[in-house]
Each structure stands twice: as C-alpha cells, then as structure tokens.
C-alpha cells in the first residue's frame, strides 16, 4: 500500500508563491508519474502538472509559465508562483505506478488527501 502525504498548503495573497510538497511512502510499488490536481467548489478535479519517471512535463494551460512541477525520488513538488484568486482549490497529490509485490505488477492510482490553497485579493 501507497501512502500519499501532502503539505504546504495555506493562505497567500494575490501574486504571492507557495510551494506544495508530496512524499509517497510503501513498499512494493514502482512510479510511473507523479502530479497534482485542484478541485474548486462547484467544479470538477483538473489537473494541474504532471512529471513522469523520465522527467517529463505536463501542465494545465492555467499554470503554464507560473508553476513548475519538480521531482526528488518518491517525492513530487510544485512551485506556484504569480498566484491567482482563481488558483484557489484543493490541492490533491497524484501517483500512477504499478504494484510490483506480487508475481504479476498491475497498474496502480493512489491519491493524497488534498491540502487547501486559498489566494486572496
């Protein structure tokens, strides 16, 4: 079983920056790609950025040019910069990967439990 801890949530004034941290923990399990998704009140999960093993990027044209998705072994950052009021959600931490405990790997999705980013104006 995959643990997804997430932290660095907060409240932050238009223009400021934060920076979102995920730690996965477990055994048996290898890591496909690692990102974030938000969820604003009334709206559907979006994703936000996305890094895979080989380092390879995906944003949200949202955040394009302000966040940047970064990667260190089993933990996955992101840095929000230029925040806007429209940023505001919860902040959920993604894993894709496989289950390589047993005798045959199966894919695998774990999610974080969110941690709230709220930007006033």
């Known amino acids: 079983q995959v643990q997804l801890v997430e932290s660095g949530g907060g409240l932050v004034q238009s223009g400021r920056s934060l920076r979102l941290s995920c730690a996965a923990s477990g055994r048996g399990f290898s890591i496909n790609a690692m990102g974030w998704y938000r969820q604003a009140p009334g709206k559907q999960r979006e994703l936000v950025a996305t890094?895979?093993?080989?380092?390879r990027t995906n944003y949200a044209d949202s955040v394009k040019g302000r966040f940047t998705v970064s990667r260190d072994k089993n933990t996955v950052y992101l840095q929000m910069n230029s925040l806007k009021v429209e940023d505001t959600a919860v902040y959920y931490c993604?894993?894709?990967?496989?289950?390589?405990?047993?005798?045959?790997?199966?894919?695998?999705?774990?999610w974080g439990q969110g941690t709230q980013v709220t930007v006033s104006s």
């Open positions: 993604n894993l894709d990967g496989q289950d390589i405990s047993g005798a045959v790997y199966r894919s695998v999705s774990y």
């Open positions: 890094i895979t093993s080989g380092g």
